[in-house]
Each structure stands twice: as C-alpha cells, then as structure tokens.
C-alpha cells in the first residue's frame, strides 16, 4: 500500500541500531541501509574501561549485535565508512569508505543521524601523536594493544621513563573509570583536570568526598592544572607538560568529554540548540524534512530545570532510537505521528569507581541556581547496612527540594554499597514532580543488610521537610 | 495553657517510643509512662537472627535506646511490666510486676497501644518446654546463651543425639534467616512447614527459586510436613516428631508468625478488623476515645488491592508512631487533628537470605484476584551485572500490571544482587499509581556493575505493555 522507500542510518551504535532494528521489523517493506565509520556496531561504550583493564578478555563481548547479525535481519550495513556531507534536497549522503577510500552517494528517502559524539583533545602540542582518546571500542582496542604490547616489552626487562604509569588528562565518568581500570592492572595513575572538581556533574561538596577515596584508592588527583604539552621521550614515553609540573609516563589518556557531532546535520540545515547537540521533538524529528536524529548528538529537555540538555547516554539512545524507529513507521505508513514520545530526562547516572559507588539524579545546587529554582539542601552521611552489623560501611548524601512546594530537585549519593539502584527512586521522585512531604510515607523497603529502618532517602526528605518549614515532618 | 496530662504507653519499643519521644519533645507538660513486658526498649527485631548467629557480639547492639536513654528524656520508663486489662471508662490499666508479681494501677489520660505481636507455637504437646520461640530481644537472648552452652558442652565432649543439628518449624523469613545464622555457625539446618511454599509473602513461583536456593545453600527443607510433637531425649536433645518424619535435633526453633496481640484492646471496645488487628484511623486513633494504637497490633490499608492488612514491619511501626504521637500533641492542645496522616503501605518487604537478596513489592497473583483485580504478570531471568562482566549473577523478575489502565501492580525479585534497594522503585511505582507505559520513560540508571541499559523493572515493564496490549511498547 505504500511506495517502498529507502531509510538511511548514519551511525551503528545504540540510537541507530535501536531504530533501524524496529522499522525491519514493523515496516519490512523500507530499505535499510546502515552506515558505520568504526569496526563494530551497537556496543558498550561503558563497559570499554573494563575491557582496557583486561577485566574483559575480548573486544567482542561488548558488541551486542555484529554487523552481520544486522544483515541477517534484512539491513545493509556498510562498516568502516564514513559520512561526509548531506544534501537534504537531494535527499543523499556522500560518503567514503575508510579502507579504499573511495567515495559515493547513499541516497535516502528517510535518513536517521545517530553519530553520536566526539572527544576535542585539548589543542596542545603533541596531543594527537602521543595521546589515546577513549570514546569508540576501536579507541579502547588501540589503548588494550598498546598496554599489552607495553607488558611484553617489560616482560623483556626493557626500562623507560614513566614506566608503568598512566596520566589521565579528565577528571570525568570515564577518565577516572580508565585510571582505575590501569591502577588495578599494577600502574600508578595520576588524573589531571583544569577544573577545580572531579565529576563536574557531582556538586563540588560530594565530588571532594569522591577525590579522596580516588586518593585512597592510589589515584594521584591534580587539579586545577592545565595541560601544556605532550612531548615524546622515547620509544613510547612521554612528558606530559603542565602549568605546575611534569609528568613522565608510558601512557597518556586523553579523557576530557566529548561533544555532540552536529557538523554536518547542521551544514544541512538542522537546527542546533543552546547545549550545542541537535534539537529534536519527542519522537526525534530534526528541523529539516526527512531528517530525524536521536542519541549522543541530541539535545533533550532536563525535565527538572525545565533546561535544554545534551546528555550521552546508552540508556537515553535506546529509549530515543526505539522512539524515533516508530516514528518513522509511522511516516512510512502516513498515519501521522509515532506514539513513542520520548519525555526528556532527569540527569540519573551512576558508577562504581574505586569500590565506591556514586549515584545523582535531578539537579545540584548550582544547576539549580541556573534555572532560577530557589532550591533547599541537605547534607548527611549514613551506613550502607544498619549500624549494628560489621562493617556497616558509610554513604554520604545530598538532597535538594524546592522552597515552597517541596518538590524533589535532586539527590547525589556516594559511598561503599546499596547506592546505585537507589539512587532510581529519588529519580522516580524528579520525573514524576513528587514532594519530600509524600516521599516520607511512602512503603520504602527495610532490612539491616540494605541500610537502617528509615531508608537514607526518607532521611533525607524528612530533613527536608524541616529545613524548608514544611509540615508534617515525620 | 492546657491541664497537665498523663500518656500511657503499653509497649516499649518502636511504635511506642517514637509517640513518647515525640509528645516529649513537643508537649513537654505531658507526663509519658511507659510500661514494657521485656528487659529492653527500643531494638531492632530483624537484627536477631544476626545477634543468634554470633555475627553481632552483644544483645545491647540491637538497641537503639535503652530505658535510661528515656528516662533521661524525661519519661517514666517501668521495664519487666506486663499490662493486663485496661479500663476505659476509669481510664487505668492494670499492671504486674513481672519481678516482683505485685499488681496496681496505673491511670491515664490518654493511652498509646503499641504492644505489637506475639508467636503463637503450633499446639503440639512438648513445643513449650523444648522449643525456642524466636521473636523479641529477650528470646534471641535465650537462643544465644542456650546455643552457646551447647557449644561448650561439646567442647567438653559431651555427645547427644541431634548434635549440631536444628530444626526450625516455619518458613517464613525469620524462620530462614535463623536456618542460615546456624548453617553459618557450623549447624544442620532442616526447616519445616505445612504449607507447600516457604516465604508465603511470595507467589509460589519465585519461592521456589528461593527455595531452590536454600537447599544449595545447605538447608533442608520440607514443605507440607505437619509438626505434632516435641520430645525430649535428654540433655538439650529434642525429637521433632512430624507427619512423615522425625527429626533429633539439639535445638528446636519456633518460627510460625506472629499473631497482632489485641486481646487487651479488644476488651476494651477497641475494634478488632478483618485482618484481626486493630482498627485505627491514619492518626492512628482506635474506635475508643483516649486510646490510640500503632505498629504490629493494627490493621493498614493495602494501597494496591484496597484491602485491610495486618503488616509487621519496624519501619512502619516508626511512621505510625510518628503520626500518633503528632496527633496527640494536637489533641492535648486541642487543636484538632494531628496533621500527619499514615497512608497505608504497598507490602514492601525485602531480606538477605542465603546471599541472595530477595525483595518484593505492592500484591501477588493470589492477592490481586482475592481483591478482584484483573492482573497480567510476566516473569524472566536477567543478569545483577552487564551480561558481560565476570560473575553477572542472575535476578528472577516477576511483574504484575492491571488490565486496561496498565497499573504496576507489584514486582518480586530475588537473586545474587543489586535487587534490594531497586524494589524501592517498584514500590514508588505501586504506591503513587505508575503504569507501565509510563515506566519505561523513566530515566533510571545504568552502568555495567549493576545491570544492562534496560533496567530489569523496565524490561518488565515493557514486557506487561506487550502483554496487556498497551501501547506504545518501548
């Protein structure tokens, strides 16, 4: 009943794959045609740390989906090419294929953007020559090659300077996680960041509290330092020059975030928002006809700020993709609309970082501030399990509400256990606008190996509801 | 302003107490008496089976304040006193010392009623004089001295039939959580009960799994085995004689439940309700004036199913207490009603057994159809880790959603980790009436350490979408 029509993807990874996989399957009748700059498809870009530090033996047990599993569902999935520009009239890509370097044009009825982000190296000397960026699993099999060919080399006794040590240039997620990951593998690891804080998504109270179980741990943490200069030692040493020292070291990890690859949607016209990723509607259509994106690359609404965000994600890719894909079989059917609308997001992240775990939802005191929401916190440490057991452990908690209604902000957590998945409750509390008054009655699970007979989160909003003069306080 | 006043209390322990500290606190010209049967106030029951097992070294760890911590707040505190009969129109009760057997009245004001629950052994000659009831400080005292003889006689050894061996009757969680203190301490666990499933709170499915899990773990166990008599075969050693077996064993646990102890109120006029508790209003008012009750002698309502239950949990005997005590500060000022109300609960319970954590949540499939809901569940396996992780362990997941408008209904979960705290967020779910289609927008967490970028409960929230026939599935 409808013309065969022609979906182009560009990226493999989760948002793409996600959409592309639901139009296979609920609009048999469109081509697929998939283009991927690196060697693999859909992946765990999170699990990469553990795959540099040999906590995973092999590169494919992150892959999710090989491209050949793809074409096994009817797609055509063109690997290692790279996406050059689009001619939205024309409605085609060109593109090149990174082996023979040959270029072409994908023409497209309907194309999805889903390239995701990129790190930007600090513009330093030396950086591109001597620096590993961690972003692609083809990123984190360069850096696992280079560190298991540095242990040959010592296993031959050869010496260098900076042996068996890592710099970090980042003190995010994952620079800290690749720090880690080396220090486990027997290096001694120094994070650099220009900023005064690790985790810049952590206010500057609980992320101090995270830099000194890094130390603990054997991370050496230097802050507000800036990155000068990687200057070649030899062999595969390397100076990492900053304002206030040098550092000798056998690698080098650049770390330092990525942004969201909007040039060419933006060349084509798509409207790009205040966060710098692509605005899209909830069910991922770009400015531009014909044109929808989703993933690393777009910007979504902070459901609590009520502020444009570009959040990178895998969770937030999933949901995007799978609603952009049934919009798009929406489009192919012309029956309007797809009803997946995604809502936007509240900020929820959490890691394990040095047998820590760290956790925050909804907003901190200085995002709020931002948005001009007059916030209330609230700061205390617990236990992880009830007091009286051994070694009960220690969390450390953040809480915000607003003045006035008691909304739920945000809440930040760190500490040795039970954090993580608790941290999805105060997340249900910010999406869903509920207030520290309600929060204290409602059925929250209690044992003693889970934490006391108030859960810390209750103890939180019961603070509170004191400190904003709201009643009752229970 | 007000006439000075006289609070009873009958009950020392978290309902009770967290009234008296509160009316202290805010209606200081209240005169707060409290009588408790036990030698010990405020405490945590479900820390016993830790205290048994020699985990915790010492009773007193267990409680959170001791008599002289109250008195020191001002409140008189009669220990070892058991309260007998109350006369409501008089306004006195009448108590015994249970040192010195002497009798008297005390006289009050208003009375808080907060003698929570009591074991009902099965009634089989013998399970008196040889089994241990195991459900205040005071019997956990008894277990551990009664444990750590016997520890002694063997070294002296001393041989007696059933050596290291005991048999708990009931498989409830205390029941097991006791079976897996003694495994720990070097015991045979058998654990027996007459209905077919252990841990009735669960649907019969995921007890299974647990189970299944309890007999890896070292424990044997048998279901449908009818208790009918205990007989000593000298010394300390016991026979379990049962339907289809007999058990010699060194220690017979009791562990059958615990039945709310209204005989006393009910005396008095107070309404006893179909769950056999009492009833009270969420000020925790009972039917008669000047009596308030709270905790593990009151009827709540089941905010899932509609119906009234009777709950035995700390955590919330300390929000009615809270709400009781607020609501009789206002009444000894005379200003209406006190403004916290307890909403009722969702059935939340959690536990760590046989190092599995086992959680659920709102109602089963049993319950939803006693209250005539119509329920659809869906049950599946994950992993506690990303898939890809060594050890990612499993968790089991059960979900139940409403026909039509898509309601969580309830979730259990149990398995190797990351399962407790994360039943809060289902129990957020149930309490402020999420449906599924709204879950699977939730921006909940994920890293690799503690599941996939699906979390388990959207999983099963996508999965009931599909089931109902909701849409759209994400």
């Known amino acids: 009943m409808n013309a065969p029509s022609r979906l182009l993807v560009l990226g493999g990874d989760a948002a793409g794959m996600t959409a592309a996989s639901h139009v296979r399957r609920h609009a048999p009748q469109v081509e697929v045609v998939v283009v991927e ?10 699990g990469i740390p553990f795959y540099v530090g040999a906590e995973i033996a092999d590169a494919d047990d992150l892959v999710v989906r090989t491209p050949d599993e793809f074409r096994a569902m009817g797609m055509t999935v063109h690997m290692r090419t790279e996406a050059l520009a689009i001619d939205p009239v024309a409605r085609r890509v060109r593109v090149r294929d990174l082996e023979s370097g040959a270029e072409r044009d994908e023409p497209y009825d309907r194309l999805l953007y889903t390239v995701g982000a990129h790190v930007v190296p600090p513009p330093v000397p030396g950086v591109r020559e001597h620096g590993h960026v961690v972003h692609t699993l083809d990123d984190g099999e360069h ?22 040590h890592v710099v970090v240039v980042g003190a995010g997620y994952i620079g800290i996680e690749i720090a880690e990951a080396l220090v486990r593998r027997g290096f001694d690891a120094t994070v650099i960041d220009r900023s005064p804080q690790v985790l810049g998504s952590l206010d500057a109270d609980m992320a101090a509290l995270v830099q000194r179980r890094m130390e603990d741990f054997g991370i050496r943490v230097r802050l507000g330092e800036t990155f000068t200069e990687a200057r070649g030692l030899g062999g595969s040493s390397v100076a990492v020059v900053c304002e206030r020292g040098v550092y000798e070291t056998e690698v080098l990890v650049i770390a330092t975030g990525a942004q969201p690859s909007v040039a060419m949607a933006r060349a084509a016209g798509c409207r790009v928002g205040p966060s710098g990723a692509l605005v899209v509607d ?46 798009i079989v929406a489009a192919v059917r012309g029956t309007g609309r797809g009803e997946a609308a995604f809502p936007g997001v509240v900020g929820t992240a959490v890691t394990k970082l040095c047998e820590w775990e760290i956790a925050r939802t909804g907003v901190g005191e200085d995002e709020a501030a931002a948005a001009g929401i007059d916030a209330a916190a609230v700061r205390f440490t617990g236990t992880a399990k009830a007091s009286y057991l051994p070694d009960p452990g220690e969390v ?11 909304r739920v902000l945000g809440a930040q957590m760190v500490g040795s256990g039970n954090v993580a998945k608790r941290i999805d409750v105060a997340a249900t509390w910010c999406q869903l606008g509920v207030t520290v008054q309600q929060a204290q009655f409602l059925d929250l699970s209690y044992s003693p190996p889970f934490g006391g007979v108030w859960d810390l989160l209750q103890v939180g909003a019961r603070k509170l509801v004191r400190e904003l003069g709201l009643s009752p306080v229970l």
Chains 1, 2 share one sequence.
Request: glycine fraction near 14%; charged fraction near 25%; aromatic fraction near 2%.
């Open 37 to 46: 700059k690196t060697h693999h498809t859909s992946n765990s870009m999170c």
């Open 396 to 406: 450390h908690v953040k809480m915000l509400a607003e003045q006035g209604t008691g």
């Open 143 to 164: 850096l696992r090659a280079h560190l298991d060919q540095q242990d040959g080399e010592r296993e031959r006794g050869e010496d260098k300077p900076g042996d068996r």
């Open 282 to 327: 909830p069910q991922g259509r770009t400015t531009v006809d014909g044109i929808w994106a989703a993933g690393d690359c777009v910007e979504t609404l902070q459901l609590v700020s009520g502020q444009p965000v570009n959040v990178q994600l895998g969770t937030h890719a999933n949901k995007q993709g799978k609603a952009a894909g049934i919009d």
